[in-house]
């Protein structure tokens, strides 16, 4: 009897300090951590995701992609990542610093991810053509409503009309969320630009003289997407065309339209992205760690707020 209950308290007592260790501690830690802001109250990071970008995090989950890709930079001392570059990008480095936990106070679950078969995420939207993101106010979150990055704008906007690489008229998208625009007036004469030019818009107009997509812009991952191998041929993404739908043409392109080549989707047809696809790429666009943080020491000495010195390697 005497040995029964010492191995009943050797169990409690196990348990006991496992969870203090390992959920009560932490929690006292960093489980109360608040978005970091200036003195001002005008540089907040993180802010919450609302709209496309939330909607696309659950299709990134419920699709299994965290598997292949995390969300989160090492630190110096445990690997290299903030040397590491981008496939696509030479010049173009992973991140600025190491992710710290106040990167995902908003993030429920934190899709860290456990395995790297595909780069790391955490930065991507940071990677977008400089031409594809949106002006905003220095130092508004990269996950928020009020992004500096091109994520953050396709993230809080609702779906827009994009822009076909050819000089077709422009024409309703058959996308239910697709913006209401005049099918005779450019993009580019709105009295608006940046209204007008949504992110969808802007980024799938981003495009390189050989008619390949910009790397990491709207277009590039749309295309990431639906044809992994178009755009590397050692890639073993699966496609996700069930994110997307061939229609046939009627009339001039739509707006939304992929640019693909080769036999798909074939003469007459276009693919559409659905409003899913829409919002994984929008959730993908919206990863953006490069804002400084007062308790890590970034690789470069960026300035609080959006800067170059925030988007160029480190030297």
């Known amino acids: 009897m005497k040995g029964l209950l010492r191995l009943l308290s050797g169990l409690f007592a196990t348990f006991a300090f496992s969870w203090v260790g390992l959920a009560l501690i932490p929690n006292f830690q960093i489980g109360h951590l608040n978005p970091q802001s200036d003195e001002e109250g005008t540089d907040v990071y993180p802010l919450p995701q609302s709209g496309m970008a939330e909607r696309g995090r659950r299709i990134y989950s419920a699709n299994g992609c965290f598997y292949c890709h995390s969300q989160q930079l090492r630190p110096d001392y445990a690997a290299s990542d903030l040397d590491r570059t981008r496939?696509?990008?030479?010049?173009?480095?992973?991140?600025?610093?190491?992710?710290a936990p106040r990167d995902y106070i908003f993030d429920r679950p934190v899709l860290l991810g456990k395995a790297r078969t595909g780069a790391d995420l955490a930065n991507i939207g940071k990677s977008a053509p400089a031409e594809a993101e949106s002006p905003s106010p220095p130092g508004a979150s990269p996950a928020g409503?009020?992004?500096?990055?091109?994520?953050?704008?396709?993230?809080?906007?609702?779906?827009?009309?994009?822009?076909?690489?050819?000089?077709?008229?422009?024409?309703?998208?058959?996308?239910?969320?697709?913006?209401?625009?005049?099918?005779?007036?450019?993009?580019s004469a709105a009295p608006n630009p940046q209204a007008a030019a949504s992110p969808a818009a802007t980024a799938l107009a981003a495009e390189t003289n050989s008619g390949k997509p910009t790397p990491y812009s709207v277009a590039w991952h749309h295309q990431h997407l639906y044809s992994p191998r178009s755009i590397?041929?050692?890639?073993?993404?699966?496609?996700?065309?069930?994110?997307?739908?061939?229609?046939?043409?009627?009339?001039e392109h739509s707006l939304d339209a992929l640019t693909l080549t080769g036999s798909d989707p074939g003469e007459g047809w276009e693919i559409i992205p659905t409003y899913d696809a829409k919002c994984l790429v929008a959730f993908l666009m919206s990863r953006d760690q490069s804002h400084p943080l007062k308790e890590v020491k970034s690789a470069t000495a960026a300035p609080a707020g959006p800067s170059p010195a925030a988007k160029e390697p480190a030297k």
């Open 232 to 251: 590397d041929q050692d890639s073993n993404i699966p496609a996700y065309r069930f994110l997307y739908v061939k229609h046939r043409i009627s009339g």
């Open 145 to 187: 409503s009020a992004s500096p990055s091109p994520a953050q704008s396709a993230a809080a906007a609702s779906p827009a009309a994009s822009v076909s690489p050819a000089p077709a008229v422009a024409s309703a998208s058959p996308s239910p969320t697709a913006a209401a625009a005049s099918p005779s007036a450019p993009i």
């Open 87 to 99: 496939d696509h990008k030479k010049d173009d480095k992973w991140g600025v610093r190491r992710s």
